[in-house]
DNA sequence: ACATATAACTAACGAGCGTTAGTCTAGCCC
DNA sequence: GGGCTAGACTAACGCTCGTTAGTTATATGT
C-alpha cells in the first residue's frame, strides 16, 4: 500500500485514465474488465491497482472530472461575455459551449450520459447532484429572457430539457470526418436553440 | 429439448418478458442476471430456458418487439390523417405518436435508446437498420414540408435528429406522476417541434 | 386410466470477474 | 553503494455468471 490515495498525477495513471474512458464510453462500464483497460495500457491488471484502488473508483474519477469539465466549458464561455450582453447571446454561448463539448469530447460526455448507473450510490447522488446544477443553470438563462421579454416559451422547464437534449444526443452520433465541422455543428444548434425561445408568428 | 424455438406465446413466457423489460431498463442488460429475472417471475433461473434459448434471446425479442410496436404507433398516427392533410399537422401527429410512446411505454423507449450495444452483431445490425428506416420516416415528412415551403429549415438532418432526440429524452426523465400529463406533454414537444421547422422572424 | 408433453426443480460445470498477496526489479536519496 | 520505494509481475482466491444435464411433478388428450 504505498502512494497517496487517488489523486495521483503520474503518466501512467493518465494512460489508465484514457483507456479507461475510452472503453467504458465504446463498451459499456459493465462490459470492460479490468484486464481489457490493462491490456490497452501495456500491463497487468493487478498493476492497475498501483493507481487506483477499485474500478468504480476510476469511473468515478473520470466521472467527476468530465462533469467538472464540462461545467468549466460553459463557466469559460459565459465568462468571456460582456456583463451586460443580453440572453439571446447568453444562450447562444451556452449551447456553443453545451454542443461543442459533447463533440470534441464525446466520450467524457458519453460517460456522463449513460454510465452514471454504474457508479455507487453515494458517487451517483453526487453525480446527480452536478447534473442538477448545470440544467439550472440554463434554465436560468431562459427565465432571464423570459423574464426581460426577449424569450417566449410556453413551457421553460421543458424547453431547458429540450435545449440539452438535442446537444446531449451530439455525442452518440458525431464523428470527427462527419458533414459538419464543430463550429458549423455548434451554429445550427444555436439557430435551433433559438428557435425554440422565440415564439414566431405561428 | 422440448418447445418451438422462441416464438412461444405462453403465460410465463410474457411474464419474463415483463420481468426482463423492467430489469433491463432499470438496471441495464449487463447488471441483470438470470437469476434476477427467474426470482421476479418466481421461478428458478434454469428454467427460464424452457422459454427462451439465452439470455441475449430474451434482449433481442423485447428489443425487436419494442422497435417494431414504435413503427406501428407511428403508422396508427399517420394513417389516421387525411392523405391530403400537410406536413404541419403530419409532422405533429408524428411527434405526438413519437413522445407518447416515450413517455408511456418508457421501458421499452429506455431499451430502444440505450441497450442496443448488448445485442449480437447481427441483431444489432438489424436494430440499427430498423433504428434508420424510422429516422428517414421523419426526415421524408420535414422534406415534404421544406419542398412545399411550409417548412424553413438551415439543416434537415440536424433537425430531424434534434426533434428525435428532444422526444427520446423524455423516457429519460418521464414519471407518471410528474407534473405534466402525457397529452400535455406530446403537446408541448408539438409546439417545440413546429418551432424548429418554422423560422420565425428571426 | 394411462401415456405424453410441458415446465418446474436441483446440482453442477467451466469460464471469467474484481481483487489480494507476495515477489522481483529498477531508479533515486543520503 | 546500499537502503528504500514505486510499480511492475505471477499466482491465486472467492464469487458469480450463463448455461446444461438429469429428474420430477402436473396437467391434458384419448
New interface residues.
Partial sequence: MPQAPSKARTATADEIRQAALEQFAR??Y??TTMRDIASSVGIKAASLYNHFDSKEEILWDLTRAAMHELAANRDDALARLDPSTGPRERLAAFVRAHVGFHAERRYQAVLVN?QL??LSRAHHRKAIGLRDVYEASLKAIIDAGVAGGEFKV??A???T??I???G??VSA?YRPDG??SIDQ?CA??V??AL??V?????
Same sequence: chains 1, 2.
Avoid at 422565440?198 to 405561428?202: E, L, N, S
Fill in positions: 463498451s459499456g459493465d462490459a449513460s448507473g454504474s410556453s413551457d422547464p421543458l424547453t430539457l429540450a440539452l437534449q438535442m446531449t444526443g452520433w458533414r459538419l455543428l445550427e444548434h439557430k435551433l428557435a425554440l422565440t415564439r414566431g408568428p405561428q
